[in-house]
């Protein structure tokens, strides 16, 4: 059974920094893309960020580029999100989701990011 | 970037009665490979949204077969044949043709 388990968020003031991971099992995770998804409260669904399989290429949305570092590491089926300057506007619920054929199929939980002084 | 809309956003549906959602998107979703990868997922109160169908008709594993997806170029219909009380939640599409994958606004289902 195919399970990503994040973890890591909490509340951080603006301009502070939080590193998101997310476990993954039940499949062979070097074999996939994975990516970040967030939800902020009462907005729609925003894709973040994706990485290759090797981790040999990261892209990322305009709106946490240069802020947002996506990594991974295959030996340890898990993937991260390291988030620096964070602002209000970036509080919501993160989820890792794993890629597969242009599309997201399995998805975490979530971890709530709350950006607030 | 492709923008995607749904209709409605509210849909309130009487149990076992058919519920449909329209999905609309700015661009064609026809990919240059032929495919269209536009999908449905489910998102239950307090769960993580789980796919219900990829590439526009096909139903995920384990997904009952009250669920379909039809449509094509920029035009998708989700439809739940008889709504059942565990169909409530918010239903959104997304497209993975163009990067980067955008997602539709939701429309959130209840029970009359």
């Known amino acids: 059974e195919v399970q990503l388990v994040e973890s890591g968020g909490g509340l951080v003031q603006p301009g502070g920094s939080l590193r998101l991971s997310c476990a993954a099992s039940?499949?062979?995770?070097?074999?996939?893309?994975m990516n970040w998804v967030r939800q902020a409260p009462g907005k729609e669904l925003e894709w973040v960020a994706n990485i290759k399989p090797d981790g040999s290429d990261t892209y990322y949305a305009d709106s946490v580029k240069g802020r947002f570092t996506i990594s991974r590491d295959n030996p340890k089926s898990s993937l991260y999100l390291q988030m620096n300057s964070l602002r209000a506007e970036d509080t919501a619920v993160y989820y890792c989701a794993r890629g597969f054929d242009h599309m997201f199929d399995f998805w975490g939980q979530g971890a709530l990011v709350t950006v607030s002084s | 970037d492709v923008v995607m809309t749904q209709s409605p956003l509210s849909l309130p549906v009487t149990l076992g009665q058919p519920a449909s959602i329209s999905c609309r998107s700015s661009q064609s979703l026809v990919h240059s490979n032929g495919n269209t990868y536009l999908a449905w997922f489910q998102q239950r109160p307090g769960q993580s949204p789980r796919r219900l169908i990829y590439?526009?008709?096909n139903r995920d594993s384990g997904v009952p077969d009250r669920f379909s997806g039809s449509g094509s170029g920029t035009d998708f219909t989700l439809k739940i044949s008889r709504v059942e009380a565990e169909d409530v939640g918010v239903y959104f599409c997304v497209q993975g043709t163009h990067w980067p994958p955008v997602f539709g606004p939701g429309t959130k289902v209840d029970i009359k």
């Open positions: 039940g499949f062979t995770f070097r074999n996939y893309y």
């Open positions: 590439k526009v008709s």
